[in-house]
Every structure is written in structure tokens, then in C-alpha cells.
């Protein structure tokens, strides 16, 4: 099946990542704990858990009980703040090509702008708060 939307590797990691972290607000969970728990790479997963730190959304313990938390609660922090950390900008793409072909009249009409603007809005106003119930229940099944 093909995605009409295609979300990079990284930014999924650090949305799913914060997922986990605002799902266990009051714990540190280390870097390994995460990549096993998500069954990613865990060399991958320090240059996202990095990203996120830069950005001021994430803190980091080191030591044998050290990981990482949340700076802020989940409810201030949006999924267009983590995936703007990893991404740069959201910005909307006009043409499916680098060069735009179509004189102003795409072929798909207005639907690349507004898929790209749902989705803006939806990643603006999603909070981690908002998304921590499926990260809960996989919690209590591990």
C-alpha cells in the first residue's frame, strides 16, 4: 500500500519517542529502554533524543540511572514543536515536483495544499497530552 503522506524516519522517532516520555512523565527512561520499546537502532535514536535536547523539549541524566524526560509538561508541548526539531519548518509543498510543470493549474487541484494544511493544523493543535492514552496501553502490555 502506498502513503500519500511520508513522515522521515527521525521525525517519527521523536514524535513516538515523546509519546513514551509523556506517557511516563515522572520517570527517566534511558535511550536503550526507548529503542527497544520502539525497536529501532539506538545509535539513531541518540541523534534524535540530541535534536530534541537542542530544541528544549527533552532533558538528559547521565549515569547507570540516568535517561531522558520531558522539560515541559506534555500539555505544552505540540507535535509540530517535535517534529519542527527534527524537520526544520513544515512547510507546504505547492507541486509534487521540485519545478513546478503545471502554469499555476496543477493537476491536483488544491489537494496538495490541503492535505499539507490538515495536517499543519492537526501537528499545531495535537498535544503530547493528547496522544500519551496509546502510549499508556502499550506501557501496561509490556
Same mark, same amino acid.
Request: glycine share 10%; with cysteine.
Given at each position: 500500500?502506498?502513503?500519500?503522506?511520508? #513522515?522521515?524516519?527521525?521525525?517519527?522517532?521523536?514524535?513516538?519517542?515523546? +509519546?513514551?516520555?509523556?506517557?511516563?512523565?515522572? !520517570?527517566?527512561?534511558?535511550? !536503550?529502554?526507548?529503542?527497544?520499546?520502539? !525497536?529501532?537502532?539506538?545509535?539513531?535514536?541518540? $541523534?534524535?533524543?540530541?535534536?530534541? +535536547?537542542?530544541?528544549?523539549?527533552?532533558?538528559?541524566?547521565? =549515569?547507570? $540511572?540516568?535517561?531522558?524526560?520531558?522539560?515541559?509538561?506534555?500539555?505544552?508541548?505540540? *507535535?509540530?514543536?517535535?517534529?519542527?526539531?527534527?524537520?526544520?519548518? *513544515?512547510?507546504?509543498?505547492?507541486?509534487?515536483?521540485? !519545478?513546478?510543470?503545471? =502554469? =499555476?493549474?496543477?493537476? *491536483? =487541484?488544491?489537494?496538495?495544499?490541503?492535505?499539507?494544511?490538515?495536517? $499543519?493544523?492537526?501537528?499545531?493543535?495535537?498535544?503530547?497530552?493528547? #496522544?500519551?492514552?496509546?502510549?499508556?496501553?502499550?506501557?501496561?502490555?509490556?
Amino acid at each position: 500500500m502506498q502513503q500519500l503522506l511520508k #513522515i522521515s524516519e527521525a521525525a517519527s522517532l521523536a514524535l513516538h519517542t515523546m +509519546g513514551l516520555l509523556a506517557a511516563e512523565p515522572d !520517570r527517566l527512561i534511558s535511550n !536503550r529502554e526507548m529503542a527497544q520499546r520502539l !525497536r529501532v537502532s539506538e545509535a539513531h535514536l541518540a $541523534k534524535v533524543m540530541q535534536r530534541l +535536547g537542542r530544541a528544549g523539549l527533552v532533558r538528559s541524566q547521565r =549515569g547507570p $540511572k540516568g535517561g531522558f524526560s520531558l522539560i515541559r509538561p506534555p500539555a505544552d508541548i505540540t *507535535l509540530l514543536q517535535v517534529y519542527e526539531a527534527t524537520e526544520g519548518p *513544515l512547510e507546504q509543498r505547492r507541486c509534487l515536483l521540485a !519545478r513546478p510543470m503545471c =502554469g =499555476g493549474n496543477c493537476m *491536483l =487541484g488544491g489537494l496538495l495544499e490541503t492535505v499539507g494544511e490538515q495536517v $499543519k493544523n492537526y501537528f499545531a493543535n495535537t498535544r503530547l497530552s493528547d #496522544i500519551t492514552g496509546s502510549f499508556l496501553r502499550e506501557a501496561n502490555h509490556a
